[in-house]
């Protein structure tokens, strides 16, 4: 049960405290080089701890002394900026476990504060450039990216949707205990509903950003491509709460078919009345890139290239399965586009943006196999997965970087700087950066650390190696 499994994570220490305090009311905000927030002692409350040395990751050789800096770029994945109030939403699915998790978050309401946090944290670290990996909206609804959008280009943010004011599954008299309520529950947050709820100015990037789209930019809920039917519920005043007790996928039901029967009204379910916003209808692709400033090509896939400084090329390749599902689709069209963009590189090193992974995607091994026969590819990045990882590619060499989600613990964005090396190479260093937990924000690291389905039991953060590290590489054969 979530409330009880909060309850547990908090521990006594942490509940004498006081839960509802700000116990780290000067967070360290930026490099994790400097200071990170941890949680020493293991009673569920983060406090300000060292910061991580960059550890030297030497599979693929290379080395030498660092002599010049090439560019500098950081990455933000997986915002989800959503509206929680939306009747085309699923959280009840989550309990179900497996493929329909994580669903629903107790920080939920706070997505569109964390990613300002997170803006702010980067430009203090001043980038050459940001790319946006994907999933910067929750469920392909209009609302959701224009607040995602305005975030990151500054300007006065409105998170509230239907009528002023919360209306939704976390609500005071919601008696369904599988919801965290931050008026009853611990940790108690009296007012946090209405306060989320609140118009923000946001000060936008001070640096070009690049969105690359992912399958919740795209597809309701991740899953399902939009239908009139699930139009309809996501402009509608009619709120599911919780499926029949009776109802239960079975092992073979997939997250896709299982959010379309729902969102379609094809399963018996407790639902609400709530007050309906014609804003929260889902976008097409092609009305999401129109509100991006973006144009497609390949039948509107928005791959692209862009220049980080005058030594380094971003090429971004938009893998979402139109067809639904949350897995990556790469195409042959994209296969060669891919190779004649490496071609046109030139001299230039080059990073390689998706939202899935490569490695995850249909067709994406053609997609590396194009990397492995270009000579200048530093970094195949990505999100998606909501997990820190690092791999070498020996096949490249080049190395395969995943970033953990800002919706999910340990709600940081990654920092990239390229330099040369006295031995002919480069390396490119990266570490994480810890949003600056200003006002609510903090209260949303507080909650998805100690949330029991996405939080700490799932290792989100990673290893050391995958967070803060030097990849070396050696010099190019060209």
Same mark, same amino acid.
């Given at each position: ?29 930026? *490099? ?53 109030? *939306? ?33 702010? &944290? ?13 999933? !910067? ?18 300007? *006065? ?55 690359? %789209?992912?399958?919740?930019?795209? !597809? ?46 094809? !399963? ?13 209808? %889902?976008? &097409? ?31 971004? !390749? ?42 995850? &995607? ?26 820190? *990882? ?56 507080? %909650?998805?650390? %100690? ?25 190019? &054969?060209?």
């Amino acid at each position: 049960m979530m409330r009880a499994a909060i309850a547990a994570c908090l521990g006594a220490a942490a509940l004498a405290a006081g839960c509802g305090a700000d116990r780290h009311a000067d967070p360290p905000p930026g *490099s994790t080089r400097v200071a990170t927030l941890v949680d020493g002692d293991g009673d569920g409350v983060l406090e300000r701890g060292p910061g991580e040395p960059l550890r030297d990751r030497s599979e693929l050789g290379g080395g030498g002394r660092p002599i010049a800096t090439l560019a500098t770029f950081a990455q933000i994945t997986d915002a989800h900026v959503r509206d929680e109030e *939306s009747p085309a939403r699923v959280p009840f699915l989550d309990r179900l476990g497996g493929a329909f998790s994580p669903v629903f978050r107790p920080q939920e309401a706070l997505t569109a504060q964390v990613l300002a946090a997170a803006v702010r &944290s980067l430009n203090r670290l001043h980038p050459q450039a940001v790319a946006v990996t994907g999933d !910067l909206a929750d469920n392909a609804q209009a609302n959701e990216l224009d607040a995602a959008r305005t975030v990151l280009t500054g300007g *006065s943010v409105h998170p509230d949707s239907g009528a002023a004011g919360y209306a939704g599954v976390q609500e005071t008299d919601n008696p369904d205990p599988f919801y965290y309520r931050p008026d009853n529950d611990p940790p108690r947050h009296p007012g946090l509903l209405d306060a989320a709820q609140r118009a923000f100015d946001a000060p936008g990037l001070e640096t070009p950003w690049y969105p690359v %789209l992912g399958n919740h930019d795209l !597809l309701a809920q991740g899953e399902a491509p939009p239908t009139p039917a699930i139009q309809a519920v996501a402009t509608g005043h009619r709120l599911v709460e919780s499926l029949d007790p009776g109802v239960r996928p079975n092992a073979h039901t997939n997250a896709e078919a299982a959010v379309a029967a729902v969102l379609a009204s094809r !399963l018996p379910e407790r639902t609400r009345t709530v007050p309906s916003d014609p804003a929260r209808h %889902l976008l &097409s692709p092609a009305e999401t890139l129109r509100r991006l400033g973006r144009r497609g090509r390949d039948g509107g896939r928005l791959d692209y290239t862009f220049d980080i400084g005058a030594s380094v090329r971003g090429i971004v !390749l938009d893998v979402v399965d139109r067809a639904g599902g949350e897995r990556g689709l790469v195409t042959r069209a994209q296969v060669d586009w891919l190779r004649a963009e490496l071609r046109r590189a030139g001299r230039r090193y080059v990073v390689v943006l998706s939202h899935q992974p490569l490695t995850r &995607s249909e067709g994406g091994e053609a997609a590396l196999s194009a990397l492995d026969a270009a000579p200048r590819v530093v970094a195949a990045i990505a999100g998606h997965r909501h997990r820190n *990882s690092i791999t070498p590619r020996r096949s490249g060499p080049y190395w395969l970087v995943e970033t953990a989600s800002l919706v999910d613990f340990p709600q940081q964005a990654r920092f990239f700087r390229l330099v040369r090396t006295a031995g002919g190479g480069v390396a490119l260093d990266t570490w994480m950066v810890d949003h600056d937990g200003a006002g609510l924000a903090a209260v949303s690291r507080e %909650l998805a650390y %100690l949330d029991a389905q996405g939080g700490r039991p799932r290792g989100f953060a990673g290893r050391p190696e995958d967070r803060d590290a030097r990849l070396w590489l050696p010099p190019p &054969s060209t």
